[in-house]
């Protein structure tokens, strides 16, 4: 293997001796090739891992993340680079800041986004706090996304590989912590990291990566909400947007806008889908997929990675969505067409080209007139 495929730019100049990197390790392959590039500069590379969690059957469930067994493979990992390891334990501040708050979304009929929580809270503001009492230049992750040293400072852009780009997830990420970060993954495609891995004899080559959330067993929601909030199970009447009473349900954690499957209300002469949650009446309402399209939506406790005024954007609301164009006007993003399953609770992150420009949290949606939905 070639010199070529190890090169990857940490952004403190040419040369590296005398440097110090904290690299996050989450015992997966990513991070662990971002500590092993890391160690190669000359730098002194010292890798941290945070316990998030450690619960039941998570803990040895194949593609989680932060918990016993990914601790060991960073432990094993730092130990073949020899360089230093700590581990922090976060359980209680991930549970108050990321799993709570999930649940409360869950039961308000929101459709929250954890692992933007834990990057905005336990994992960079607790990390960065670390890394600069390590005394570190920067602070280096495992994340699918470009940092780019721009005319007013470090732009955030989203990852060379579409299919591994993770900026949706990093909107929040704040001017101050963009000038530390250091994301030397984010030109890569993800086989030539794990070439490196194997190349390295790294443990974690062939590990699988991280799917879901990673305190949700079997991505089964309900059920962890259920196991943190006894009461969220409220039935209450599933209701047509005519007004017609279809059936009952079991409680609003078990359904997400959009969500077609499940409804159990048949004999409908159309699908139904679920367009909006009211937790204040506990109802499900239903209707044809045209009633999910939404012209324009409030967006909350912003986070802007330049002079975002009132312009014309991309962007994205969900995270496997791609990117459609729309205008910023002061609160309210305005579509130029009409976007469907747009939710409260998720994220809308704009774009100007690859850069990211910032986002917000939606609030609340606009629903197109449906004269005829009924």
């Not at 039941?56 to 060991?72: L, N, Y």
């Not at 108050?96 to 869950?106: G, P, Q, R």
């Not at 993770?166 to 086989?191: C, H, I, N, V």
């Not at 910023?328 to 305005?334: N, Q």
């Amino acid at each position: 293997m070639t010199d070529d495929i190890y090169h990857s730019d940490f952004q403190l100049g040419p040369d590296l001796k005398g440097k110090r990197i904290v690299v996050a390790m989450s015992g997966g392959v990513d991070s662990s090739v971002v500590a092993a590039l890391a160690a190669r500069t000359g730098a002194e590379t010292i890798g941290v891992t945070l316990q998030l969690y450690d619960h039941g059957s998570a803990v040895k469930r194949a593609g989680a993340c932060c918990a016993g067994q990914d601790i060991r493979d960073a432990r094993a990992v730092a130990d073949k680079l020899g360089i230093a390891h700590y581990v922090f334990d976060h359980e209680s501040r991930f549970r108050e800041s990321v799993i709570d708050h999930f649940a409360d979304e869950y039961m308000a009929g929101r459709t929250p986004i954890p692992c933007v929580r834990c990057n905005m809270g336990v994992k960079f503001t607790d990390l960065f706090r670390l890394a600069r009492e390590l005394g570190a230049d920067c602070l280096a992750t495992g994340h699918y996304v470009r940092r780019v040293e721009g005319p007013a400072g470090a732009e955030l852009h989203r990852a060379a590989d579409p299919a591994r780009d993770q900026s949706y997830f990093l909107f929040a990420t704040t001017q101050d912590q963009l000038e530390y970060l250091r994301f030397p993954l984010g030109g890569m495609p993800k086989p030539q990291v794990r070439a490196i891995a194997q190349e390295m004899g790294l443990i974690v080559a062939m590990k699988p990566d991280s799917q879901d959330i990673c305190f949700v067993p079997d991505g089964d929601y309900a059920s962890v909400v259920r196991k943190i909030r006894p009461d969220a199970e409220i039935g209450g009447d599933i209701v047509h947007l005519d007004g017609r009473v279809l059936g009952q349900h079991k409680g609003l954690i078990h359904y997400t806008v959009g969500q077609r499957k499940g409804l159990e209300v048949g004999g409908q002469p159309v699908p139904l889908y679920v367009i909006r949650l009211d937790a204040a009446t506990q109802r499900v309402i239903v209707g044809p997929r045209a009633a999910l399209a939404v012209p324009a939506a409030r967006i909350i406790d912003a986070n802007w990675l330049c002079d975002i005024g009132n312009r014309s954007v991309m962007a994205k609301v969900r995270s496997m969505s791609r990117p459609v164009p729309a205008r910023l006007d002061c609160e309210w993003l305005r579509f130029d067409t009409p976007e469907y399953g747009v939710a409260p609770g998720q994220a809308a992150v704009l774009y100007d080209g690859d850069r990211v420009l910032g986002g917000g949290w939606i609030e609340e949606t606009i629903a197109v007139e449906m004269a005829s939905a009924a």
